[in-house]
């Protein structure tokens, strides 16, 4: 069953945002295929789609902590 799980981010920082989505998005482009998910976004919000899009968005909120403080690794997005 295809699941669809939106996420928004009320008061993101911009340089927080970069660090999240990566250049041209790449870091929620590795987040998608490690899961086998769609994610798209506009702006701080972000749609999830597919059977796990749950735990999509929760990987997102807890690479978002770290985006908080430093820029993210690909061992950090890599699942």
Do not use: C, P, Y
């Not at 690479?63 to 890599?78: G, P």
């Amino acid at each position: 069953m295809t699941h669809t799980v939106h996420l928004k981010f009320e008061d993101i920082d911009n340089t927080v945002l970069q660090r999240l989505t990566g250049a041209l998005d790449a870091n929620l482009l590795t987040l998608a295929k490690a899961l086998d998910i769609q994610i798209s976004r506009r702006f701080a919000d972000f749609t999830f789609i597919g059977e796990l899009a749950h735990a999509g968005r929760r990987a997102l909120l807890a690479l978002a902590e770290t985006a908080e403080t430093r820029d993210l690794a690909d061992s950090d997005i890599q699942l």
